[in-house]
């Protein structure tokens, strides 16, 4: 069982989801976290990455580690998407085996589901159709992850396990204008467009996908919950069940960020999957549940882009 002393590596550490795991860790008096830049360790490394493990011996691992994207990035750099997060969760999860790591999560995306999987999406739903080709590379490379944690389960005994999140947003979020997901994109779109008076905002798109959205706190939370709670074969949804069409989240986000001018949609860009809301009654039973909605989550995360990007 992990304890506060209990040595504790939370690969991505630097990025949205692995920040606020280890800002969680360290407010709840874990008192050996491990942690190592890009620039120190490169997990598509093979090499470098086991003698990481070889030398540190970590107990405990969170992979929050992975190249990510918006659906734009994913549809663009699709080789990089596929091979360099088959790469992360490969060595991370094979040396993990070979030194012993007492538990592992290895975190995925609800990207992994069929394109028109049935709503709300169960796990049990994975590989029963396509999936949505803007964002394959990804998905593939995430499926792989969690297959690799239940074959180590099943031939060498190891005990690791994974999470599926729903779309993901909050503090320390990645805000490349191109890059990015819809939610820091739009936030620093509205914005910038507040700030110059620009009297109309893109929005790429339809407007009419749905998507659910967690906060990222929130998922460092039940990824805790987890690695005390859970201890099985299988993948377990992270959702809020809090779900908006893209039409309804761009005037959240011009409310919270005060823009008065027009929104636009970009209907030569792409939609990518109608739907994708997760259904996270598994880890509910567990005794797991969201706290923050997205409106007050959406009001943290601009205060959060202003105190870093506001000048
Ligand atoms: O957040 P997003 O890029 O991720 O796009 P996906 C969500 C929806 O928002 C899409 C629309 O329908 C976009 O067309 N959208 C509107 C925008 N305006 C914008 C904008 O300015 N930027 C962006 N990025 N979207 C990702 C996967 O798909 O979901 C990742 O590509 C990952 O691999 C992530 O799985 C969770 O939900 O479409």
């Known amino acids: 069982m992990i304890n506060k002393d209990s040595k504790i590596y939370v690969a991505g550490h630097t990025g949205m989801v692995g920040s606020a795991i280890f800002r969680k860790l360290t407010n709840e008096g874990y008192r050996n976290i491990l942690t190592a830049t890009h620039k120190e360790l490169d997990l598509t490394n093979q090499k470098a990455t086991f003698d990481f493990f070889e030398k540190e011996k970590p107990e405990f691992v969170f992979v929050a580690a992975a190249k990510v994207g918006g659906i734009l990035a994913n549809n663009t750099y699709k080789a990089q998407f596929l091979y360099e997060n088959l790469m992360i969760a490969s060595n991370v999860i094979h040396a993990s085996y070979l030194h012993n790591v007492k538990k592992l999560l290895f975190l995925g995306s609800s990207c992994i589901y069929p394109k028109f999987a049935p709503q709300p999406i169960k796990e049990e739903y994975l590989l029963t159709g396509e999936l949505e080709a803007t964002n394959e590379g990804y998905a593939i490379a995430k499926i792989a992850g969690l297959k690799l944690c239940d074959t180590y389960r099943f031939q060498y005994g190891c005990n690791f ?74 993948w377990i949804n992270v959702g809020s069940g809090e779900e908006v069409t893209i039409k309804e989240l761009a005037t ?13 949609f970009d209907n030569t860009k792409p939609d990518g999957t109608p739907r994708k809301l997760v259904d996270s009654t598994k880890l509910n039973s567990l005794g797991w549940k969201h706290k923050i909605p997205l409106k007050e989550g959406l009001h943290i995360t601009y205060q959060d882009f202003l105190k870093k990007y506001g000048s």
């Open 161 to 234: 396990i994974s999470a599926m999140p729903t779309n993901l947003y909050g503090i320390n979020d990645n805000y490349h204008p191109e890059h990015s997901h819809v939610i820091p994109a739009l936030i620093r779109r509205f914005h910038e467009a507040k700030i110059k008076n620009i009297p109309e905002v893109i929005v790429w798109g339809s407007g009419t996908p749905k998507r659910e959205f967690l906060f990222a706190d929130d998922l460092a939370e039940a990824c805790i919950f987890l690695m005390h709670h859970y201890n099985d074969y299988g």
């Open 252 to 264: 959240l986000i011009q409310n919270v960020v005060g823009y008065k001018g027009n929104v636009v």
